[in-house]
DNA sequence: CGACCATTTGATATGGATCAAGCGATGTGG
DNA sequence: CCACATCGCTTGATCCATATCAAATGGTCG
């Protein structure tokens, strides 16, 4: 075992807890809420927040992205989920949160007091429903997740790119944002094995490589059938 | 691959889904709600509801234990969770299921219209905080799952029992409602593997069998230091 | 008692991990 | 602007954990 890979250092960011009085911009969170919130850069690597803090803020990925990830005891380290822009994360069911979150490219996050938003649930259905929506999509997310992490390394590759490319605005073409790394920690694979799937994949033509990071899903059909 | 054990046709009890007018018998569900509902009687194996049915209801085992799985397209199981006594299980986000579920062991569920519940908590705060601490509950379920897949077999059946401790009254000894299959099949491991793991566990003298569904934790810190 | 089902045990095969090295791109300092 | 270090990715050789195939054992119910 032992993926390692222990996040090296990094952070060259303020962290998101030294969120103080900066200057409030309005901006759509979900689909109708305006919300009041700071919109904040993180260098690749710069950790957002750390499992077990307090979660008392809220995050959308304007551009750029992020992983939640837990470091076992050993030094293994699991992804749980990557956020790409429009998507919200950090909200937690309990007062803390159960991963930490880190930017995986240079990117700018809106970052939203939790507090402010709760309040606001509490008069206005139309918030409460959003955040019912939000919880929905993070127990979809571990439930597809789940059934990933159960199949052989090539379905999980393959999974893996088919929910990028859904996730993508593009569909056919898919920019990852991610390391092999990222992507093995997140399959609960190594990096030489995600490599070689990859690889295989393009030798049978199934997708094809722009750069190692951005893929072209050529035969949808076989993808697909291959997703079980 | 091919984990099967596609559950063999069981189901000689009614489905939940022809809930007509039972004499209704009022009983709490979660901690402070008390709720009309219908006690129904499953026998092991029957299915309670089916994956993409409209989630119209909750349930409640009152006795027994149910599992919630999916059927990939080539017959591999995967089971989401097992519900023990007291556990709710059935409520969606979506308006359908994303899982089946079925009764492991000869049970007694009760069956709560979910319309009631919901209506309900638009009036009642304290509903309403009950309906989103069940959602807590199964995100945390979920996440604590990806979290079991990723670890080795022997740590798997540990993370296992230990769940199983920790969820039951006495915890120290565990009674296992479910057959090796049905741990395999959510453990994503084989039924061969799991036996080894266990017979292991049972000769190094870490865990000890008075039967084969029921198991004596001996050496908890052993055990909990494999749990990584 | 005998049939069936769940579980265990054994022998072998294999998918993915591990160890190791090579390669290409990117950036940095001289 | 080039030389070189670094980093991310790929490729190769070997090993090992778990799957697979097969059979024996044990418990339960008619």
């Given at each position: 075992?032992?993926?390692?890979?222990?996040?090296?250092?990094?952070?060259?960011?303020?962290?998101a807890?030294?969120v103080?009085?900066?200057?409030?911009?309005?901006v759509?969170l979900g689909?109708?809420i305006?919300m009041m919130g700071a919109?904040m850069?993180?260098?690749?690597?710069?950790?957002i927040y750390?499992?077990?803090?307090p979660a008392d803020y809220l995050y959308k990925v304007?551009?750029?992205?992020v992983?939640?990830?837990?470091?076992?005891?050993?030094?293994?380290?699991?992804?749980?989920?990557?956020y790409?822009?429009?998507d919200i994360f950090g909200l937690e069911v309990?007062?803390?949160h159960?991963?930490?979150a880190?930017?995986?490219?240079?990117?700018?996050i809106l970052v939203i007091k939790r507090s402010v938003l709760v309040a606001l649930a509490?008069?206005?259905?139309?918030v409460?429903?959003q955040l019912?929506?939000m919880a929905?999509?993070e127990?979809?997310?571990?439930?597809?997740?789940?059934?990933?992490?159960?199949?052989?390394?090539?379905?999980?590759?393959?999974?893996?790119?088919?929910?990028?490319?859904?996730?993508?605005?593009?569909?056919?073409?898919?920019?990852?944002?991610?390391?092999?790394?990222?992507?093995?920690?997140?399959?609960?694979?190594?990096?030489?094995?995600?490599?070689?799937?990859?690889?295989?994949?393009?030798?049978?033509?199934?997708?094809?490589?722009?750069?190692?990071?951005?893929?072209?899903?050529?035969?949808?059909?076989?993808?697909?059938?291959?997703?079980?």
């Amino acid at each position: 075992m032992l993926t390692q890979t222990i996040t090296r250092n990094a952070a060259q960011q303020p962290a998101a807890r030294v969120v103080r009085s900066v200057p409030t911009n309005t901006v759509s969170l979900g689909n109708s809420i305006k919300m009041m919130g700071a919109l904040m850069p993180f260098g690749r690597n710069a950790e957002i927040y750390g499992q077990s803090e307090p979660a008392d803020y809220l995050y959308k990925v304007v551009n750029g992205a992020v992983r939640t990830y837990k470091v076992l005891n050993d030094g293994r380290r699991q992804i749980g989920s990557f956020y790409l822009p429009g998507d919200i994360f950090g909200l937690e069911v309990g007062g803390e949160h159960t991963f930490s979150a880190a930017a995986v490219a240079d990117s700018k996050i809106l970052v939203i007091k939790r507090s402010v938003l709760v309040a606001l649930a509490g008069r206005d259905k139309e918030v409460a429903r959003q955040l019912w929506a939000m919880a929905a999509a993070e127990l979809q997310r571990a439930q597809d997740h789940i059934m990933l992490l159960v199949k052989t390394a090539r379905e999980r590759v393959v999974g893996f790119l088919l929910e990028m490319a859904a996730r993508s605005p593009g569909s056919s073409e898919v920019d990852l944002p991610m390391s092999r790394q990222d992507i093995a920690d997140y399959l609960g694979l190594t990096i030489e094995t995600v490599s070689r799937m990859v690889t295989e994949l393009e030798s049978t033509g199934a997708i094809a490589l722009a750069t190692s990071r951005r893929i072209v899903l050529c035969k949808r059909g076989t993808l697909n059938r291959m997703n079980a």
